[in-house]
């Protein structure tokens, strides 16, 4: 065999798979790079997110020549693909579009926080909630208290689906968006608590009770326990932000509680609920960023947006059965100024608006 027919055999040879962790052994991918990190910014430059989110939790694929240094008893990594139905040709490239980490979150929850308690206590010293209409503090007691419940539901299965996230911005955007559900609930808590103080014979467990019992409310409670259900953890996420809050969770917020509260003589409910909206723009906000990106994967596209349009049925079916349940308490109150039918109309255009820019297909009961 002559030199030149050695060489490229020799260069035909494929490179064998480099099984050592020693230092030196191999060359991972943007080690010779200049800019301090082994990541493709989503900008020009890295943001300051990036560098505290990007990587923090390691991937063997990437740089874990070992694969994962512990798993499971049954063999189970301690981060698997395989715990969401959905694929990725590259789970690393969302970055979420609040860019919250660790430190913003905690600035930005106690200054809603700081908001929220500031308001209650000058709503309190200038005697508002004695003003209120005594229809209006029926509802805030039984219907306010009973909506608790279901944001910590929603808190709770965002809680548990985070800890399964393939990346550390997957599991930051859920986690975040866990918080914002667990400290709304305290407010509403603390809201009510606070105002039951200064009204006569305000029952603080009646909510419990008729989220347990009242009819009104069974429809919601089974469309957040199926969330609760899920197995798999983006389904969680998306039947929270895509389905469930714009039909029932705004629907009841801003289509009822944020509309008819001043003609009631109130003005503090509002104000502590617009919290609620603001956390859930910036969690769709993500939430469609993450979706966007599956349902246009180069290789997973189809499979994705089969599997999304599936999860938007099973979960509108709940959700707008649990919303025309929530119809009696549209009038209730002595003054009415909202009308369910605009809220719902409202609630199926903010819907049909998400799963547009998701590629989506929008089901026949939310079409009309």
């Not at 020693?22 to 080690?31: K, R």
């Not at 798993?71 to 979420?96: E, M």
């Not at 909510?207 to 089974?222: A, F, I, N, S, Y």
Request: hydrophobic share 40%.
């Amino acid at each position: 065999m002559s030199a030149q027919t050695s060489r490229a055999t020799t260069a035909a040879k494929p490179a064998a798979a480099v099984k050592s962790g020693a230092a030196g052994a191999a060359v991972f991918p943007g080690s010779d790079s200049r800019k301090y990190n082994y990541f493709e910014p989503k900008g020009r430059k890295a943001t300051h997110y990036e560098d505290m989110t990007v990587d923090v939790q390691p991937d063997p694929e990437r740089y874990l020549l070992q694969d994962w240094i512990i798993s499971f008893p049954d063999g189970t990594p301690t981060y698997s693909k395989d715990w969401t139905a959905a694929k990725s040709s590259n789970w690393h490239k969302f970055r979420a579009v609040d860019q919250e980490w660790e430190r913003t979150h905690y600035q930005r929850q106690s200054t809603i926080c700081g908001m929220v308690q500031n308001t209650i206590e000058n709503g309190r010293k200038s005697g508002a909630p004695t003003r209120f209409d005594p229809a209006w503090v029926k509802i805030l007691q039984n219907h306010l208290g009973a909506y608790k419940h279901a944001e910590f539901g929603l808190g709770t299965s965002t809680m548990q689906a985070q800890r399964y996230g393939y990346t550390q911005m997957v599991n930051n955007a859920i986690l975040t968006n866990s918080s914002y559900k667990l400290r709304f609930a305290q407010d509403i808590t603390l809201y009510l608590s606070e105002i039951g103080l200064d009204l006569a014979g305000f029952d603080i467990a009646a909510g419990k009770k008729h989220w347990l019992e009242d009819p009104t409310w069974q429809g919601v409670r089974k469309s957040v326990e199926s969330v609760m259900g899920s197995n798999d953890y983006l389904e969680q996420y998306f039947a929270t932000n895509v389905v469930f809050e714009p039909l029932v969770g705004e629907l009841f917020r801003s289509g009822f509680l944020m509309q008819a509260a001043s003609a009631q003589n109130d003005f503090i409910t509002p104000a502590v609920v617009s919290a609620a909206e603001a956390d859930y723009e910036r969690n769709l906000a993500n939430t469609v960023e993450l979706f966007h990106i599956l349902g246009t994967d180069p290789t997973y596209a189809a499979q994705n947006l089969a599997l999304f349009n599936k999860w938007l049925v099973k979960h509108a079916d709940l959700a707008l059965d649990a919303a025309n349940h929530l119809q009696p308490i549209w009038s209730q109150p002595r003054v009415k100024v909202a009308a369910f039918a605009d809220a719902l109309a409202h609630a199926k255009n903010r819907i049909k608006g998400i799963a547009a820019e998701l590629g989506l297909t929008v089901p026949a009961n939310l079409a009309s």
